[in-house]
């Protein structure tokens, strides 16, 4: 059975700085692409940054020159370096594994940006 684990959230002041981490146990045929999605209260859960098996990423307008995700594809691990973080950027952060079965998702980790 595939588990995937967030770690590294928790409480920052604006303009400080996060590192998360995703770890997966269990067997995983073949990766497709790995990625952090968020969602904040009252809101619905959107693609924060993800990253293919080739390392081509993609991510949300909002965090560009901000966040940079990457992996380490011998671990399926997936990590989301944060940078210059927003109150807006306040939200539970979920990794994700895409496989060429089904995409998986972790229970995801907080993340608040306040004074």
């Known amino acids: 059975q595939v588990h995937l684990v967030e770690s590294g959230g928790g409480l920052v002041q604006p303009g400080g700085s996060l590192r998360l981490s995703c770890a997966t146990s269990?067997?995983?045929?073949?990766?497709?692409?790995m990625g952090w999605y968020r969602q904040g209260p009252g809101e619905q859960r959107e693609l924060v940054a993800e990253?293919?098996?080739?390392?081509?990423?993609t991510y949300a307008d909002s965090v560009k020159g901000r966040f940079t995700i990457s992996r380490d594809n011998a671990k399926n691990a997936v990590f989301l370096q944060m940078n210059s973080l927003k109150p807006e950027d306040t939200a539970v952060y979920y990794c994700?594994?895409?496989?060429?079965?089904?995409?998986?998702w972790g229970q995801g980790t907080q993340v608040t940006v306040s004074s």
């Open positions: 994700t594994l895409l496989s060429t079965v089904r995409n998986y």
């Open positions: 269990g067997s995983i045929f073949r990766t497709l692409r």
């Open positions: 990253i293919t098996s080739g390392d081509s990423t």
